[in-house]
């Protein structure tokens, strides 16, 4: 079972913001911005490119929802999904970061020349 599913079934415990049948947000372990929340599926489904457009229609409100609860807003936020191993996914099951509570910066080539790494 991934750690997310063990997340889900409280095998692994997790800072908890919001709940429903469906979807789980936490808070992530190591953030990298003031707020840093986990919003997942509780259904294993490994990325954004497997995601059934019935599930993301339904996790597009609950991402509202969270950054609603957690105040964000106001002053905006950013969310993002990262897939496979280009995209710097590490854990397999379809996550969405939603990173705020501060201005945040724009820096994701890990070379100065995206061009030159392809
Ligand atoms: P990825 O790199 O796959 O997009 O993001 C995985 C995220 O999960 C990372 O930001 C990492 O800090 C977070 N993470 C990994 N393991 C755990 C855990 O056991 N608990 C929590 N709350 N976050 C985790
Ligand atoms: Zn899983």
Not at 12 to 18: D, F, Q, T, W
Not at 25 to 50: G, Q, R, T
Not at 79 to 96: P, R, W, Y
Request: charged share 20%.
């Amino acid at each position: 079972m991934c750690i997310f599913c063990k997340i889900i079934d409280g095998e692994i415990p997790s800072n908890k913001i919001l709940e429903d049948d469906n979807f789980l947000a936490f808070h992530d372990i190591n953030p990298a911005a003031p707020v840093h929340v986990l919003v997942i599926p509780k259904e294993h489904v490994v990325s954004f490119n497997d995601v059934s457009s019935e599930i993301m229609g339904n996790m597009s409100k609950f991402i509202q929802e969270v950054a609603n609860k957690m105040g964000l807003n106001e002053n905006g936020y950013r969310l993002i999904t990262n897939i496979g191993d280009d995209g710097g996914q590490e854990v397999k099951h379809l996550h969405f970061h939603i990173l705020g509570g501060g201005k945040l910066i724009w820096n994701h080539y890990e070379q100065n020349d995206p061009h030159k790494s392809i």
